[in-house]
């Protein structure tokens, strides 16, 4: 990733790929849920002290009346984000 393009908090990014190792061990419909992010529009939350890109997301299969029982946060390596096309500066 260019430093000079790199997504901020607060941007939408997408997901471009599901990293190697980050569905092990996680229950099925956290699973779709992950794998049916990619490709579309996420917040990009921040990073973390490793440098990984902390994103959340709806849980698009997930349709709960608790506003908090639907979302998901996952923390990628950022080269498996980029910025989303219409944020671009």
Same mark, same amino acid.
């Given at each position: 990733?260019? +430093?000079?393009?790199?997504?901020? #908090? ?6 471009? =790929? ?5 569905? +092990?061990?996680? #229950?099925? *419909?956290? &699973?779709? /849920?992950?794998? /049916?992010?990619?490709?579309? #529009? ?10 990984? =890109? *902390?994103? %959340? @997301?709806?849980?698009? @299969? ?16 950022? =080269? @498996?984000?980029?910025? %989303?096309? *219409?944020?671009? &500066?």
């Amino acid at each position: 990733m260019n +430093d000079s393009i790199k997504p901020q #908090p607060g941007d939408m990014v997408v997901l471009t =790929a599901v990293p190697l190792g980050l569905l +092990d061990g996680l #229950p099925q *419909e956290d &699973k779709h /849920a992950i794998i /049916a992010t990619v490709g579309k #529009p996420v917040l990009l939350v921040g990073y973390d002290d490793d440098g990984r =890109a *902390e994103i %959340f @997301f709806n849980d698009p @299969f997930d349709v709960g009346t608790d506003p908090y029982s639907n979302t998901h946060t996952v923390w990628v390596p950022p =080269a @498996f984000v980029t910025l %989303f096309p *219409e944020t671009q &500066k």
